[in-house]
């Protein structure tokens, strides 16, 4: 086989195995997604070295759209809250008067549970929902190392790892 062959299968090979990996990642994931709602666990060598950690960290908190959908309306109440400095001439709102704006809303809404304020009028607010904390593998300095030592000394079985099936392969 020429040494071009040869480069490109490594690199067919390599492509399949990175596929075959995000795979096995995914359900090792789920697998803890399912086991941990929330932390973190450690992964050990059998000779005690860290491998790594997985945490599962708490749900974040969706951050509310807001959207102007009548300035007409929406201006006598900004002069009235925030004084006519946050209005230009051009009978538009300043960004000062925009970031006022929205900061007044954010913590009406933070303080509203569940999501009910009052709003000024021309304003609208949807909040997202929630996205579900999903784990992450945070990996040691030497996991390269550390992992090539499992495997040659039999603690790993690679196959196992990448749902390799298909029975005996001939060395």
Do not use: C
Not at 86 to 106: D, N, P, Y
Not at 121 to 149: H, W
């Amino acid at each position: 086989m020429s040494e071009i062959s040869s480069a490109v299968r490594n690199l067919a090979a390599i492509a399949a195995a990175k596929q075959l990996l995000a795979k096995a990642e995914a359900a090792a994931k789920e697998e803890l997604s399912a086991e941990l709602k929330r932390g973190t666990v450690y992964a050990h060598t059998a000779g005690g070295e860290e491998l790594g950690y997985a945490t599962v960290p708490k749900p974040s908190k969706p951050k509310p759209t807001i959207e102007v959908v009548n300035e007409a309306e929406l201006f006598a109440w900004m002069v009235d809250q925030f004084g006519d400095e946050v209005i230009e001439t051009k009978v538009r709102l300043t960004e000062q008067g925009l970031r006022s704006l929205f900061a007044h809303i954010e913590s009406a809404v933070a303080l509203a549970e569940p999501f009910d304020p009052t709003l000024p009028p021309g304003v609208e607010v949807t909040i997202p929902p929630a996205k579900a904390p999903t784990p992450r593998f945070t990996p040691a300095k030497n996991v390269v190392e550390l992992v090539q030592g499992m495997y040659f000394r039999g603690e790993l079985d690679l196959d196992e790892v990448l749902a390799l099936e298909g029975g005996d392969r001939d060395d």
